[in-house]
């Protein structure tokens, strides 16, 4: 099982912009992986945004981000990113990473949270 590291967070007005990226170590990222992001405030459990097996399959978005995020996959880097747009006060929160072998579905991955975690990238967006 691979290691993951999240960064690219900060602090952005709403409306704005942001990429997350993580990239894993230890081992190489393959077909057999599921990968998503997560994000959790102090008044909400963490929740899924957005997950995609790393080969082929469908790709799952919270609804309160769909059309506004992207996840995307850099397989010669072994690293996936979140790129945020049209950021509103309510997406502030501490954003992770995880990756897992497995065959979970992107939506199956996205609502669990047993998962490998990074150390976690914040994001603020002011109003």
């Known amino acids: 099982q691979v290691q993951v590291m999240e960064s690219g967070g900060g602090k952005v007005q709403a409306g704005g912009s942001l990429k997350l990226s993580c990239t894993a170590s230890g081992g190489t990222l393959d077909a057999e992986y599921v990968v998503g992001w997560f994000r959790q405030t102090p008044e909400k459990e963490r929740e899924g945004v957005s997950c995609?097996?790393?080969?082929?399959?469908?790709?799952y978005y919270e609804d309160s981000v769909k059309g506004r995020f992207t996840i995307s996959k850099d397989y010669a880097k072994n690293t996936f990113y979140l790129e945020m747009t049209n950021l509103k006060p309510e997406d502030t929160a501490m954003y992770y990473c995880a990756a897992d072998e497995g065959d979970m579905t992107s939506y199956g991955y996205c609502h669990t949270t047993s998962h490998r975690w990074g150390q976690g990238t914040p994001v603020a967006v002011s109003s």
């Open positions: 995609t097996r790393w080969g082929p399959g469908s790709t």
